[in-house]
């Protein structure tokens, strides 16, 4: 009996987000290519929209040029595309297969027609192998076991000799752009080391299994603690990511880091689909310090106390050492507005006294200084912008006073508390005193956080 021979692909599928190309992952794919066939190689760009960010540090136009160096140095004819990402849920796979698909036929100007009859898609992660498995789409994986784009980022982050990892049209890219520095930039407060992994040889796909079994317990116990408008949440010891993917759905407005010391599970994690582009992975050991004093809002320890004891010759010292660094990373957001408040004038910052009344940290200042804080407090992603600014000028009545003496006839001025504000922001979160005798005395409304005013000239 005869064999009969499969049919040849005519297109390679190959996508993902191609931030840089290693020596061994053109290797990898080489090896990959030639069990694939000699089809068209097809390559898509993800997240087309996305740069200048920790999970996508470069611009969609720097990776396809990262792209084209690829395909010329494997000499085959190629096409490349670049594709926005779509809002589906993470378990909504034929519609992001299907988007992929549209793209390549949208872009080739209905060229290029891919489906699972003339199309073997190539690529190692996991993620977008089972969608396209769902269309029927034959996969080839190219292995991962040498040095990836994620391990070029952290030799550039680290301070190392990133150039001896990436290819030769990868250096060109980086070099030409300002890349390099931009990704120092990106990530300066985020250290990477060379240390060791844990426990090796365990099964991480077991161990994957066990630990995201119980994800819908820790989600109920976690997530209902990090304050709604949370700056820096760091998921210290985040194994494959699948509670990543649960901060980056409920906090789109946070910026959302998950650190582990397993190579392996670094790549589960980084492979996996995030709702929003506002989680990086990064390689550390959660006992040491990785951030600036006073940068992170939340930091969660899940499942991993127990290894930081066990892995450290059973020493209790070594889980005081975690929780004493973490403690330092974590933000004091108040003293950060003190300090760097109207930082461009003659006389930044605050002035203010600080006590301590039944355990609990008091702040004395002005009503106007306080003010400035609550209007500012929750605004982390552009904070260097938001300190600078002071958003009481003048009272109501001196808004009235300004516009009159000019020439303007005052039509209404008044000025209301955001209720979703004082609802959101402010109960429950923050506290006003006023000053009796160097003690907090009765509490005090908040103040008003919106005017409407009209004026017309006379």
């Excluded at 030409?176 to 990477?192: H, S």
């Amino acid at each position: 009996m005869v064999k009969k021979q499969a049919k040849q692909a005519a297109f390679l599928l190959l996508v993902g987000r191609w931030h840089g190309v290693t020596k061994d992952q053109e290797r990898a794919l080489r090896q990959a290519l030639k069990s694939a066939g000699d089809g068209k190689l097809v390559f898509v760009i993800t997240a087309q929209g996305q740069g200048a960010t920790k999970r996508h540090p470069l611009y969609a136009d720097e990776r396809v040029q990262v792209v084209e160096g690829l395909a010329r140095a494997l000499r085959r004819p190629y096409e490349v595309h670049t594709a926005l990402d779509i809002n589906e849920s993470a378990t909504d796979a034929d519609a992001w297969t299907s988007h992929i698909i549209e793209v390549v036929k949208r872009e080739s100007a209905g060229e290029t027609l891919l489906d699972a009859s003339n199309t073997v898609l190539v690529s190692a992660n996991p993620d977008v192998n089972k969608h396209f498995a769902r269309g029927g789409y034959r996969a080839v994986a190219p292995s991962t076991s040498g040095a990836l784009p994620v391990d070029l980022l952290a030799a550039i982050a680290s301070g190392r000799d990133w150039r001896k990892i990436a290819t030769a049209s990868t250096r060109k890219v980086y070099e030409a752009r300002g890349i390099v520095e931009r990704i120092v930039e990106l990530f300066d407060d985020v250290l990477v080391n060379e240390e060791g992994e844990l426990s090796h040889g365990r099964d991480f796909t077991v161990y994957s299994q066990g630990m995201d079994a119980s994800l819908a317990v820790k989600i109920q116990d976690i997530c209902p603690h990090i304050q709604p408008t949370a700056g820096k949440i760091v998921d210290k010891g985040c194994g494959t990511g699948t509670l990543l993917i649960h901060l980056s759905n409920l906090f789109p407005r946070a910026e959302i880091v998950g650190m582990d010391l397993s190579r392996e599970l670094l790549h589960m994690s980084d492979s996996q689909h995030y709702p929003n582009h506002n989680v990086t992975v990064v390689k550390g050991n959660i006992i040491h310090k990785r951030f600036a004093d006073g940068s992170v809002s939340t930091a969660i320890f899940s499942s991993v106390m127990h290894e930081v004891y066990s892995y450290n010759g059973y020493d209790r010292d070594q889980i005081r050492l975690a929780l004493t660094n973490t403690r330092e990373e974590l933000e004091e957001r108040f003293r950060k507005f003190a300090r760097e408040f109207k930082g461009k004038s003659a006389k930044p910052g605050v002035v203010y006294e600080e006590q301590i009344f039944d355990g609990v940290a008091h702040f004395r200042m002005t009503l106007h200084e306080a003010n400035e804080f609550l209007s500012k407090k929750d605004y982390v992603t552009n904070w260097a912008m938001e300190v600078n600014e002071e958003f009481g000028v003048w009272t109501t009545d001196e808004w009235a006073r300004e516009l009159t003496a000019i020439g303007y006839r005052m039509v209404a001025c008044s000025s209301y508390l955001n209720p979703w504000i004082e609802k959101n922001r402010y109960n429950g979160h923050v506290w006003l005193f006023a000053d009796s005798d160097g003690k907090p005395g009765e509490t005090l409304p908040f103040d008003d956080t919106t005017g409407v005013i009209v004026a017309e000239k006379v």
